[in-house]
């Protein structure tokens, strides 16, 4: 069984490297819902990858994102680019419907063969875009993109987690509505490599730029070749300033090459993936004991005082590394 369906994956992993965009929802689905070919599809991929730029864009609901994505990615196709967006809903379980209007807004690019998006659900059961996120980037990335766009709405530990993700982290803002105390309280100011204020047609954009400008000079002391944030502002609506965008994650790549920088953010990305399998692995077999015998036994010999909890966990763990 296991060589033909080798084949079968062998046989996606080719078609999407072609830019069969078939094959490449295909993958995504298999690593989206945890299929039992999820390995054979990562250990598949895993000599295609490394070559795309990935970008995450983050900011409050309603901000813009799905806006400057999708002018983003005319602006990037435009320069010829080959590109790939997953929108990540982190409140829904369902990839389905839930994104509807980034669809919608999407279309511009639907006809595109050299444009792959697609909508994800965060919460798979092993919880968090930690887990299937980092294996759609895999595949976008195997199939040839040379930016992966992730929009993610930030909602609490959402974008701290795309700023984990991503080689650069977009923040987009928009004027009033005490946007600069919103940013400060939720954190963004440490993980935005670029910040937009969007909706520039609107009242207030300079107050906004110049607040956040203040708010990242306020921030932590930089060293000397340090990346300082830059602030644009843009109507995404119109396509105005996104070349400006485009222009700054570019510098920011740059800066990422040429300080060494990229290879330790990706590095301690592949280090927190590792660790997320393992210890999802780990609490998949924990769960798949206390179906089974060894914890219930364990838990009557400590109740009959016959051993002590941490020796009967140092049981549990044997039993759990090596069953
Ligand atoms: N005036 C103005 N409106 C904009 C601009 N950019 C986006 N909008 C509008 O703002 C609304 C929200 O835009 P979206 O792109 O859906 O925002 P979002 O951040 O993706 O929203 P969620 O995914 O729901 O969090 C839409 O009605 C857009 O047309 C802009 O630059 N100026
Ligand atoms: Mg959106």
């Excluded at 490449?24 to 989206?32: C, F, G, H, Q, T």
């Excluded at 050299?114 to 759609?136: C, D, F, K, N």
């Excluded at 940013?183 to 956040?212: F, M, P």
């Amino acid at each position: 069984m296991s060589r033909r369906t080798t084949g079968d994956v062998d046989d996606l992993v080719g078609r999407a490297r072609e830019g069969d965009p078939r094959a490449v929802a295909r993958l995504i689905s298999l690593v989206e819902d945890e299929s039992p070919l999820l390995r054979e599809v990562t250990a598949a991929l895993a000599p295609h990858v490394g070559q795309a730029r990935v970008v995450g864009i983050t900011g409050a609901p309603g901000v813009g994102k799905s806006t400057s994505t999708s002018a983003l990615v005319g602006e990037l196709r435009n320069a010829g680019r080959r590109v790939g967006v997953l929108a990540v809903d982190p409140s829904s379980p369902f990839s389905g419907g839930a994104l509807l209007g980034d669809r919608v807004r999407m279309q511009d690019h639907a006809l595109d063969p050299e444009v792959y998006i697609r909508s994800m659900a965060s919460r798979g059961h092993l919880g968090g875009l930690a887990w299937s996120t980092p294996q759609a980037i895999r595949v976008l990335d195997a199939a040839g993109c040379d930016v992966v766009l992730i929009e993610t709405v930030g909602v609490g530990q959402s974008e701290v987690e795309i700023a984990g993700l991503a080689d650069t982290t977009l923040v987009l803002l928009a004027p009033g509505m005490g946007d600069g105390i919103q940013a400060a309280k939720a954190g963004i100011l440490e993980i935005g490599d670029v910040y937009v204020v969007n909706k520039a047609d609107r009242d207030g954009a300079d107050a906004t730029a110049r607040d956040l400008r203040h708010m990242l000079s306020l921030g932590e002391r930089r060293q000397p070749g340090d990346w300082q944030p830059p602030v644009v502002k843009t109507v995404a609506s119109r396509g105005e300033g996104i070349d400006d965008v485009v222009a700054a994650i570019d510098k920011h790549r740059q800066w990422l090459e040429e300080s060494g920088r990229l290879d330790a953010r990706r590095r301690a990305r592949a280090a927190d993936e590792i660790e997320s399998i393992a210890l999802a692995t780990l609490r998949q077999r924990i769960g798949d004991l206390r179906e089974g015998s060894l914890l219930d036994e364990l838990a009557g010999r400590v109740v009959a005082g016959e051993t002590d909890p941490y020796a009967a966990a140092a049981a549990l763990v044997a039993g759990v590394t090596t069953g």
